[in-house]
Nanobody
Framework: VQLQASGGGWVQAGESLKLTCAAS???????LSWYRQAPGKQREFIAS???????DYRDSVRDRFTVSRHNAKNTLDLQISNLKPEDTAVYYC????????????WGQGTQVTVSS
């Protein structure tokens, strides 16, 4: 399994950004997720989509973040609107499968920096 995150960058507060995770080698029943890790903080869950299309969000970002999965292309997008300085972090995608063969894989991350 390989995960390639892209779309990060330096933006002004209030702007929007779309991150994309390109997944290869994943099997069925794999959940794709976005996490982020701000400087000096623990990595935290942002949003996920199961292979069946069920979404889940961190409550604090639900109103500004939209996750979407495109199974035909094996991509996971994260649309972020009204960016805030506290959204500054490295954003990672994760692929997890809880049935055999079980696996968890992380991508390399993409940096998002929001200036006020």
């Amino acid at each position: 399994v390989q995960l390639q995150a892209s779309g990060g960058g330096w933006v002004q507060a209030g702007e929007s950004l779309k991150l994309t995770c390109a997944a290869s080698g994943i099997l069925g029943a794999t959940t794709l997720s976005w996490y982020r890790q701000a400087p000096g903080k623990q990595r935290e869950f942002i949003a996920s989509v199961t292979s069946g299309g069920t979404t889940d969000y961190r409550d604090s970002v639900r109103d500004r973040f939209t996750v979407s999965r495109h199974n035909a292309k094996n991509t996971l997008d994260l649309q972020i609107s009204n960016l805030k300085p506290e959204d500054t972090a490295v954003y990672y995608c994760k692929a997890q499968r809880r049935v055999m063969p079980v696996y968890t894989h992380w991508g390399q991350g993409t940096q998002v920096t929001v200036s006020s």
